[in-house]
């Protein structure tokens, strides 16, 4: 079993800082791609950041120069330094990974629970 477990989230004012975290846990023989992603009411969710095992990022235009991603391979841990907050922002932050949970699995994708952030004026 598989766990992401992800922390950090809150209410901030507008041009504030927030970072999350996220931690995976359990039979886990391999991961490739850690990344958050988020979803605001009503709409579908979309991708923020991602990190390759090897260190290679992937932001949406919206956050670029914003945010920034980090991952520790050895504790198996993603996080998300989010910077200079606006109002659409506001969203659900969901932790994912695409992981292999042993030498013999093919790879799929595992997502946390969800964090809370929103961003007021």
């Known amino acids: 079993q598989v766990e992401l477990v992800e922390s950090g989230g809150g209410l901030v004012q507008a041009g504030g800082s927030l970072r999350l975290s996220c931690a995976a846990s359990?039979?886990?023989?391999?991961?490739?791609?850690m990344g958050w992603y988020r979803q605001a009411p009503g709409k579908q969710r979309e991708l923020v950041a991602l990190?390759?095992?090897?260190?290679?990022?992937n932001y949406a235009d919206s956050v670029k120069g914003r945010f920034t991603i980090s991952r520790d391979n050895a504790k198996n841990t993603v996080d998300l330094q989010m910077n200079s907050l606006k109002l659409e922002d506001t969203a659900v932050y969901y932790c994912?990974?695409?992981?292999?949970?042993?030498?013999?699995?093919?790879?799929?994708?595992?997502w946390g629970q969800g964090t809370q952030v929103t961003v007021s004026s």
């Open positions: 359990g039979t886990i023989f391999s991961i490739n791609v």
């Open positions: 994912s990974s695409k992981m292999r949970r042993t030498r013999w699995s093919i790879e799929s994708a595992y």
């Open positions: 990190v390759t095992n090897d260190g290679n990022t």
